[in-house]
Nanobody, 123 residues
């Protein structure tokens, strides 16, 4: 049974930092690209960041480039999203995602989704 379990969400002031984690199980983690998406109220779910299975390729939405960093630990089956210099517009439910192809994932092609974790940035 595939599971993606996010943690680390919460309430943070603008300019602060937050680290999200996603623990994966039920599939061969090291062979999947991993990513983070987010969905704000009244908006569509959007791609935030992705990392290829080989860890040497990362991709970011323009809105978070230079502020967020995605990383993965294949030994722990875990992917992380370090969020720095957060802004109120980063407020959303953040979802962990897994896909067989990183390019397809950045366009929304995801095989597995987590249940999401709420991130709220106060101004």
């Amino acid at each position: 049974q595939v599971q993606l379990v996010e943690s680390g969400g919460g309430l943070v002031q603008a300019g602060g930092s937050l680290r999200l984690s996603c623990a994966a199980s039920g599939f061969t983690f090291s062979r999947y690209a991993m990513g983070w998406f987010r969905q704000a109220p009244g908006k569509e779910r959007e791609f935030v960041a992705g990392i290829a299975w080989s860890v040497d390729a990362t991709y970011y939405a323009d809105s978070v480039k230079g502020r967020f960093t995605i990383s993965r630990d294949n030994a722990k089956n875990t992917v992380y999203l370090q969020m720095n210099s957060v802004k109120p517009e980063d407020t959303a439910v953040y979802y962990c995602a897994a896909g067989r192809n990183i390019a397809r994932m950045t366009a929304g092609g995801v095989d597995y989704w987590g249940q999401g974790t709420q991130v709220t940035i106060s101004s």
